[in-house]
């Protein structure tokens, strides 16, 4: 059994905590707002479940879950987080983040700036590029045809190793794509972010398109076509 620490506990965040749940592992939640205000979604979580500070779940998970608006990553606390593997979840949204010069001329990746962040820990890109309703609902045992993969990207191998295991462990396949330098690949408004697991080209919200399956070779497949968006 392995602790999640959650910073974050949004869409992105309550399902993994679910997942991680159903799967025996232990969760210490936290948002920017405070223990207090997730009485409610531990409650719904259940058993092996509890809320924190951003700090106290950073250092009681095992691995951690970075899951907040890209525009708050500097206050993701760095100290706890030494040596850690973090999981990083952020998309770039302007809109909401504003514009961020480093990721408009792509000369770095979310992931990148995150890790600069926290130079100490060892941080892996992870469960970006799928909605949360998919997420949700397409995990599936190891060796089922139906299985669903999910791409990484990361600097330190181990890291992704153990990143694959725990998403093995709730009902996942990994692809890595490689370093953290790779991970655009999979950004926002590329081949390979969301659509890929329920596409319905007669629907603009996500939230309605209906779950499907991704294979290994299907996710490589949209990588590709990312790489030439990228390269035209």
């Known amino acids: 059994m392995t602790t999640i620490g959650l910073i974050g506990a949004g869409n992105i965040g309550s399902t993994v905590a679910k997942l991680a749940l159903a799967a025996g ?3 210490v939640l936290s948002n920017s707002r405070g223990p207090e205000t997730l009485s409610d979604l531990v409650a719904e979580l259940g058993a092996g479940a509890r809320a924190a500070t951003a700090d106290d779940a950073a250092r009681a998970g095992d691995v951690v879950v970075v899951t907040v608006p890209l525009k708050n990553y500097r206050e993701v606390p760095v100290e706890p987080l030494r040596g850690k593997i973090v999981i990083d979840t952020d998309n770039y949204y302007p809109d909401r983040d504003g514009q961020i010069t480093e990721l408009d001329e ?3 990746t979310t ?3 995150l890790q600069a962040h926290l130079p100490e820990s060892r941080v892996v890109k992870g469960f970006n ?5 998919h997420l949700a609902v397409l995990a599936r045992p190891s060796g089922d045809p139906e299985r669903t993969t999910l791409p990484i990207a990361g600097d330190d191998d181990e890291a992704k190793r153990v990143v694959a295991e725990f998403f093995d462990s709730i009902g996942y396949d990994a692809l890595d794509v490689g370093a953290l330098a790779e991970s655009w690949r ?3 408004d590329t081949a390979a972010y969301v659509a890929p697991y329920g596409e319905d080209v007669s ?5 309605d398109w209906p779950a499907r399956p991704v294979s290994s070779e299907t996710l490589q497949a949209r990588l590709g076509e990312a790489k030439r968006y990228r390269d035209t």
Do not use: G, K, M
């Open 25 to 27: 592992h232990e969760v």
């Open 129 to 133: 590029n799928i909605f949360f309703t």
């Open 186 to 188: 999979f950004q926002r």
């Open 106 to 108: 792509e000369t770095t």
């Open 203 to 207: 629907d603009p919200d996500p939230a």
């Open 111 to 113: 992931s990148e700036l």
